[in-house]
């Protein structure tokens, strides 16, 4: 399961990193827009200039419709009292030409400008005196721009019944409009979304808009609007990293297309702000609240009064943190400075003290250098002695522990075989008592019990004697053990050797040889070893050891 779990993880976390590279990589861009928000704003003026100059040279009244709708157009997001004006000058050019197709268009500009300035009233009264049947080919503009005033009027609202009310009218033209798009326009694609959307259907939304939003094109409109739908999919679905990414996008359409009335910038302030990021809250909202004045766009005016000063408190606040911390560090520095200097003054003295005592220091260090080479060599015979002790207390700790495990076995095995025995001459069994007393059986068995029982304890204590005592002898000689021993009787008379008891005499009585038997085979293997022979058993006292 924690294999599982790292695997995952290994596979997931570049995947994350990426995201929050990329949504960082998305911030830092709209960051720069914020900053260039007047290179984007000429641009706009340049457009519209055009098009004036083009009025100038214009004489028909077919032709001044088309500017003056292109002009419509293009100060309908930028500023909201001009787009008014030639929206005005559209109808009364549609009047003048008496052409129903016209006037029914100019009234449906006339009435979205309004309801973006916040004129409600005026807005409805010229929708409702709009015959849309005369004008078939405006019935999708028609319920949209019905959807888009009620709309307006809910957030407006000043009581909950009539914002229910205009909540319903709202949902009610905007999916009648869909009965009038074409399945494949980008009016029907929101108008779908935002009707999938307000059904909780977030997940159907985002497989219709993130198979669409590709196809449009970096200069519409319709990017901003689109990407704003997908964000608020991510907020029903509660993945706020998405939702930040898409109101970013968003944003940064609006921006670099010069929009003054917009909605993702502001939504995405607040979201910095519930982040944490007050900087770029405030950068955001203050930038929002700047191009709803500009653009005279009521609502969204209203909406951004009500956030500034959340988040223009929270920025007060951080930059009073900011400034204390600042008077802070300058104090800190200004009396860091001042000890600094008078460091400096000690350290100037001390430094003509110091002059004359190198001197001597360096004539006190030719003697310390001889007495650190006595003094290394004294502790690499310190170490090692230390070390021989270390594992000699290891040695008896085991070996006692062994000694004291083996004792109270055999007493009981005595017990046993006296029982036996007893039994034996209680019972008259002379002469089973005899051949057991005679027999040598039981002692064997024991002996090579205990003799077992130090092979593991030794191979306890040095796992890699049998590979090391190898190395130590010529290649052609390494000892071969047979099946199932662990040590045989020469590796046993150098592990003994190896736990200190050189000994002949005291090893032949341990393992029950003669002395002359264990004489014999120290010689041959010092015979078959691979350095000086003289030095074969003080090779074998390091095995196991760093002392080599």
């Not at 009965?179 to 108008?191: E, G, H, L, V």
């Not at 068995?445 to 005592?469: C, G, H, M, V, Y």
């Not at 130590?472 to 071969?480: A, F, N």
Request: overall charge positive; hydrophobic content about 40%; charged content about 25%.
């Amino acid at each position: 399961m924690n294999r599982f779990l790292t695997v995952l993880i290994a596979l997931l976390l570049p995947v994350f990193l990426f995201a929050q590279n990329n949504s960082e990589q998305l911030l830092q861009e709209l960051d720069q827009t914020v900053e260039d928000y007047q290179l984007y704003s000429d641009k706009k003026e340049i457009q519209i200039n055009k098009l004036k100059e083009l009025l100038l040279s214009t004489s028909s009244d077919i032709q001044k419709y088309d500017v003056y709708g292109k002009l419509y157009a293009e100060y309908k997001s930028y500023q909201s009292d001009s787009a008014l004006i030639y929206a005005r000058k559209s109808f009364q050019i549609a009047e003048k030409l008496n052409d129903i197709e016209k006037l029914n268009h100019a009234r449906l500009n006339l009435a979205s400008i309004m309801g973006t300035l916040g004129m409600y009233k005026e807005a409805t009264d010229i929708l409702n005196r709009i015959n849309i049947n005369t004008s078939p080919e405006l019935r999708g503009y028609y319920f949209t721009v019905n959807s888009v005033v009620y709309g307006y009027m809910s957030d407006y609202a000043a009581s909950l019944q009539e914002k229910k009310k205009y909540i319903v009218l709202t949902k009610k033209y905007r999916d009648s409009s869909l009965n009038y798009y074409k399945p494949q326009s980008s009016a029907y694609i929101m108008a779908k979304s935002s009707t999938l959307l307000d059904a909780g259907k977030h997940k159907e939304t985002l497989t219709l808009l993130l198979n669409y939003f590709p196809k449009i094109a970096h200069n519409s409109d319709d990017r901003a609007v689109i990407a704003y739908i997908i964000s608020q999919a991510y907020h029903q679905k509660k993945d706020f990293n998405q939702e930040k990414k898409w109101l970013t996008i968003s944003a940064i359409s609006d921006l670099q297309l010069a929009k003054k009335e917009y909605i993702s910038l502001r939504s995405l302030a607040f979201l910095m702000y519930e982040n944490g990021d007050i900087d770029r809250a405030y950068k955001y909202i203050k930038r929002s609240l700047e191009d709803a004045l500009f653009c005279n766009a009521r609502l969204r005016t209203y909406e951004i009064s009500k956030m500034l000063p959340i988040i223009n408190e929270a920025y007060q606040k951080q930059n009073e943190t900011n400034r204390f911390q600042l008077v802070l560090f300058l104090i800190s520095v200004s009396i860091l400075s001042v000890f600094l200097l008078a460091v400096l003054f000690l350290l100037f003295k001390q430094m003509k003290k110091l002059s004359k005592a190198k001197q001597d220091l360096s004539l006190a260090n030719s003697k310390l250098s001889e007495l650190n080479a006595e003094l290394n060599t004294f502790n690499e015979k310190l170490n090692e002695t230390n070390y021989t002790l270390t594992e000699a207390n290891l040695l008896k700790e085991i070996y006692i522990g062994r000694y004291m495990d083996q004792c109270s076995d055999y007493i009981g095995k005595l017990d046993e075989y006296r029982r036996k025995l007893n039994v034996m001459a209680t019972t008259g069994k002379m002469n089973d008592l005899i051949s057991a007393v005679k027999s040598k059986q039981f002692v064997e068995n024991e002996l090579a019990a205990f003799l077992t029982n130090f092979d593991k304890t030794f191979l306890q204590l040095f796992p890699n004697f049998i590979a090391e005592f190898s190395a130590l002898l010529i290649d052609d000689e390494e000892i071969q053990l047979k099946e199932g021993e662990l040590l045989n009787t020469e590796l046993r008379i150098f592990a003994l050797i190896r736990l200190g008891i050189k000994d002949s005499a005291k090893i032949s009585t341990f393992l029950r040889y003669s002395v002359s038997t264990i004489y014999n085979y120290r010689s041959q293997l010092k015979n078959k070893a691979a350095g000086p022979r003289e030095d074969f058993e003080a090779n074998v006292m390091r095995i196991g050891t760093n002392l080599k």
